[in-house]
Nanobody, 116 residues
Framework: QVQLAESGGGLVQAGGSLRLSCAAS????????MGWYRQAPGKQRELVATISSGGSTNYADSVKGRFTISMDNAKNTVYLQMDSLKSEDTAVYYC??????????WGQGTQVTVSS
């Protein structure tokens, strides 16, 4: 079993920045990839960015050039640096981890609100 602890959400003005963190903990697990997803009210959950343990990244077109995902393998922690935030970035942001043997786990989510 793996637990994910997210932090860093909050309220920010448009054009501002936030940094999300997600730390994975548990026993005997090996992370293949981690990522961030978001869900706005009335919309489906969507991919924001993912990163593999080898450092390969993938971003949604809507956040390219504004968001940066990174991972500290030693700490089993993934970060999402969000710059130039827009009101349309307002959502609950969820962390997800994929393990080498196929299991996946989700965090509880952290609210990000961007005021215009």
């Amino acid at each position: 079993q793996v637990q994910l602890a997210e932090s860093g959400g909050g309220l920010v003005q448009a054009g501002g920045s936030l940094r999300l963190s997600c730390a994975a903990s548990g026993s005997s697990f090996r992370i293949y990839a981690m990522g961030w997803y978001r869900q706005a009210p009335g919309k489906q959950r969507e991919l924001v960015a993912t990163i593999s343990s080898g450092g390969s990244t993938n971003y949604a077109d809507s956040v390219k050039g504004r968001f940066t995902i990174s991972m500290d393998n030693a700490k089993n922690t993934v970060y999402l640096q969000m710059d130039s935030l827009k009101s349309e970035d307002t959502a609950v942001y969820y962390c997800k981890t994929d393990l080498y043997y196929g299991a996946s786990y989700w965090g509880q989510g952290t609210q990000v609100t961007v005021s215009s």
